[in-house]
Nanobody, 126 residues
């Protein structure tokens, strides 16, 4: 069982940047394809970005393209989401998720992820 812990959320103003981190409890040296999702108040959880197990490929929601960047440091078992030019509509709880280790590729589908963090709140004021 892998545990994921997100950090880096907070309250910022429109136009600001934040970097979210997702640390994995993995100690065996395995890496996982990872994704970031978010859930805004009153809305369903939605895909934001994902990265393959090696970091060689990424995927982004249209709302994130050009503003957000996902990256990973496998030596630190950590995945990052750099968010620039934040907008009030980016306000949400952000969750990271991991696929079972046998899957190499990133996925945009929540159902493809097997482990989830507890979420970190991002609030963007106008």
């Amino acid at each position: 069982q892998v545990q994921l812990v997100e950090s880096g959320g907070g309250l910022v103003q429109a136009g600001d940047s934040l970097r979210l981190s997702c640390a994995s409890s993995e100690v065996t040296g395995r890496s996982y394809a990872m994704g970031w999702f978010r859930q805004a108040p009153g809305k369903e959880r939605a895909f934001v970005a994902a990265v393959s197990r090696t970091g060689g490929s990424t995927a982004y929601a249209d709302s994130a393209k050009g503003r957000f960047s996902i990256s990973r440091d496998n030596a630190k078992n950590t995945v990052y989401l750099q968010m620039n030019s934040l907008k009030p509509e980016d306000t949400a709880v952000y969750y990271c998720a991991a696929r079972f280790p046998q899957y190499l590729l990133a996925s945009t589908q929540q159902s493809d992820y097997n482990y989830w963090g507890q979420g970190t709140q991002v609030t963007v004021s106008s």
